[in-house]
């Protein structure tokens, strides 16, 4: 180990045992004798007062509030922590913020992207993952859009970070529906938002020259290309742009069969009725519809029965094998 590195770990342990005399013991202070001998890096050295008196400059200077008096000689100095300025004050965040940082403890926890997890996936947040309006209300679709993220090949995302962050250009290929073929498609990224507990990719469409939104989970080969000049910036939020884009214009009400613990995507935005069903009001009829087959055949769609045909058309048009949606 270096000589660093033990500083580092003395000063380490001195900061926690006067921060644990200054919160748990009715004398806050510990003379220069007593740290020499209980705290481990300065019994060995041939002037312990002089390094201990060293360590406590270093750590005021950095912020750590150690206090110092004169108690007779050096082995009698008094140290300190001022516990009231220690603690760092409660931060409060918005429900945007929240849940990007929600987001950004998912990635260190679960799936292939736990192997990013000290590469900084703040900068991300900065870029523009951020909940739509309302996300506060379900708690639940930040586990969803979390969920979301972890079913990307981890290079595949770390690209997608690379490109918000230099202003990169990307290709990759799209599928809209399971039932459709990939599209190649290229886009100038802006960011990630959140929307419904779904999370899209937001930025220019090349080739249909206009904003465009496309949820994560169905790209397939994203592949970064040679920065353009032309690149083309946002000229609103990201929140508005992905719910300009994702406005329905199919709105019904609906009313469903959940099985209790399945389909809490549909769950969520439905509210639970006396008899056990569920009551979606003013939701896409195709994104409803598509939801459903999804979880087919365990959830029913009773109303209205446009929804119900189309689900059955749906069930019948897909191949035996489907990809994962």
């Given amino acids: 180990m ?3 590195d033990d500083a580092v770990e003395r000063m380490t342990r001195l900061t926690f045992v006067l921060l644990g005399a200054a919160e748990h013991s009715r004398n806050p202070e510990r003379s220069a004798a ?12 041939k002037e312990p007062s002089t390094m201990l008196k060293r360590d406590a400059k270093d750590l005021h200077r950095v912020g750590v509030p150690i206090h110092r008096r004169s108690g007779g000689g050096d082995e009698n100095t008094l140290y300190r922590i001022d516990r009231d300025s220690y603690r760092l004050p409660e931060i409060s965040f918005t429900a945007e913020e929240a849940l990007a940082l929600s987001l950004i403890r998912g990635f260190n926890q679960f799936g292939e992207l736990s192997r990013y997890s000290d590469t900084g996936w703040a900068k991300m947040a900065a870029a523009g993952v ?13 586990v969803l859009a979390t969920n979301d993220l972890n079913r990307l090949r981890a290079e595949d995302f770390y690209m997608l ?12 290929h799209y599928r809209a529906t399971p039932t459709t073929p990939l599209t190649k498609r290229r886009m100038d990224l802006w960011g990630m938002v959140t929307q419904g507990g779904r999370v899209y990719l937001v930025g220019f469409d090349i ?3 206009a904003p465009r939104a496309f949820r994560i989970t169905r790209l397939r080969e994203v592949a970064l290309q040679r920065k353009s000049p032309e690149f083309t910036q946002p000229t609103a939020p990201l929140d508005d742009i992905v719910a300009d884009i994702l406005q329905p214009h199919d709105l019904i009400d609906a009313v469903l069969e959940i099985p209790e613990g399945t389909a809490q995507e549909l769950a969520v935005r439905g509210t639970r009725r006396p008899d056990g069903r569920y009551a979606l009001t003013g939701v896409s009829l195709d994104w409803l519809t598509r939801t459903a087959v999804g979880f ?16 059955r058309e749906l069930l019948q048009a897909a191949p035996t094998t489907t990809e994962e949606d």
Wanted: proline letters at 7%.
């Fill in 207 to 209: 080739d249909r020259q």
């Fill in 130 to 142: 951020t909940s739509a309006p309302g996300a506060e209300e379900h708690p639940l679709q930040h």
């Fill in 34 to 45: 007593w740290i020499i001998e209980h705290v481990e890096g300065y019994s060995e050295s």
């Fill in 161 to 172: 970070v690379n490109a918000v962050e230099r202003s990169y250009r990307i290709s990759f």
């Fill in 2 to 4: 270096s000589r660093y």
């Fill in 296 to 311: 087919a055949p365990e959830v029913d769609i009773l109303e209205p029965a446009a929804a119900r045909e189309r689900v």
